[in-house]
Every structure is written in structure tokens, then in C-alpha cells.
């Protein structure tokens, strides 16, 4: 009996930690969909600004220029995050070295 015992105590404690495990997982994916919830929204609200937003052609701009707009917008241009928002639009020292350069 106490064998009987002892192996039910030993599966409930890995059904425990595999359920904590879930949980975990769980947790994380939550927090990673309410910031891809967020990102979303601020770029259908750009995406809204730029529609509504009247069609005025300006002089050419170089690669450079783009890659500033895209920065300004919040958003990577640097090899390592190229792409990604960046949090709370905080300064990035590898995409600022990619704008400060002389050409």
C-alpha cells in the first residue's frame, strides 16, 4: 500500500511541474500577443494616416532618407534588429551609427 502511495505522490508532482511548465508557456505567449496586439494597432494607425494623408510628390529620396523615416516611425534599421519595434521608440546605438554616418 505505502508503494501504491509513494508512486501516485511521485506522478502527481511531475503532473505539477508539467502543469507549471504550461503555465509558464501560457504566460509567455499571452504577453507576446498583447505586444504583437499593440504593434498592430499602431501600424493600422499609420497605415490610416498615410491613406488619409494627401499625395504630394517631392524630390527623390536617397536610401538614407528612407531608412531615417522608417527609424522615426519606430522601428530597427540596424543588421541585428532590422525590422523590429523598437520599445517605447528608445535610441538605438546601432541603428544611430548607421545614420550618422558620412556617406
Known sequence: M??????????????????EAIKKQVQALLEENTVLQIENNKLRERLNQLENEPVVKT????????????????FHICNFFYGQRRENDEECMFCRELLDRKI
Open 59 to 74: 524630390t527623390t529620396k536617397h536610401g538614407k532618407d528612407h531608412l531615417e523615416d522608417i527609424y522615426d516611425e519606430g
Open 2 to 19: 505505502f508503494d501504491a502511495f509513494d508512486g501516485f505522490s511521485q506522478n502527481l508532482m511531475i503532473t505539477l511541474a508539467e502543469s
